[in-house]
């Protein structure tokens, strides 16, 4: 699942919402190449968010340290993960 929305201003703000269903292999070169950490900061989610975009608390919350507004969420075991990511 996926939702992306970008203004016409020429400054390009965007943000996105994605669900992907991916392998252990994938998240975990997704965490290694990335350097994600994680993130035990509270998320407020926003007021405009899909109604799907909602990971569970059992999932564990990572953060680019390149850009604090890129968040991932992951199962431990599984095969979820939830990202969100705003340019403003």
């Known amino acids: 699942r996926g939702q992306y929305w970008r203004s016409a201003h020429f400054t390009l703000e965007y943000e996105a919402y994605l669900q992907l269903v991916v392998s252990k292999e994938w998240r975990d070169e997704l965490i290694r190449s990335n350097n994600l950490q994680i ?37 431990q075991n599984g095969d979820t993960v939830y990202i969100y990511d705003l340019q403003l």
């Open 39 to 75: 993130d035990t900061t509270i998320w407020y989610c926003p007021k405009d968010v899909p109604n799907w975009f909602y990971p569970p608390k059992s999932f564990i919350k990572y953060q680019s340290p390149n850009n604090s507004q890129l968040k991932f969420w992951m199962q």
